[in-house]
């Protein structure tokens, strides 16, 4: 099984950029789709991005497209989420997902067997 990590949160002015990792350890990253969710305070969690098992699929919410780019790096066992023009609504925890189960990059949840701990992103009007 994979164990992940997910850090690089931290409290940014709107307007401002930010780069989340997700690292892997116990079994490689290139095993994995990868997916990024949020959670805001009272919110349920919802989907941010995701990247195929190969790297050559993305999907993106409709409220970060354009916005967030989600990459990764299988040689160092770690997916990225970079984050530009953010705005308050983006304030959430921030967590990495992964499944062994499909190839393709998916919204659902429900997919995802393997979650990071989160990281806070704040972000100050």
């Known amino acids: 099984q994979v164990q992940l990590v997910d850090s690089g949160g931290g409290l940014v002015q709107a307007g401002g950029s930010l780069g989340l990792s997700c690292a892997a350890s116990g079994r490689a990253t290139s095993s994995y789709t990868m997916g990024w969710f949020r959670q805001a305070p009272g919110k349920e969690r919802e989907f941010v991005a995701a990247?195929?098992?190969?790297?050559?699929?993305?999907h993106y919410a409709d409220s970060v497209k354009g916005r967030f780019a989600i990459s990764r790096d299988d040689a160092k066992n770690t997916v990225y989420l970079q984050m530009n023009s953010l705005k308050p609504e983006d304030t959430a925890v921030y967590y990495c997902?992964?499944?062994?189960?499909?190839?393709?990059?998916?919204?659902?949840?429900?997919?995802?067997?393997?979650w990071g701990q989160g990281t806070q992103v704040t972000v100050s009007s």
């Open positions: 990247i195929s098992k190969s790297g050559g699929r993305t």
């Open positions: 997902a992964a499944t062994a189960r499909i190839t393709t990059p998916t919204r659902d949840n429900g997919w995802y067997d393997f």
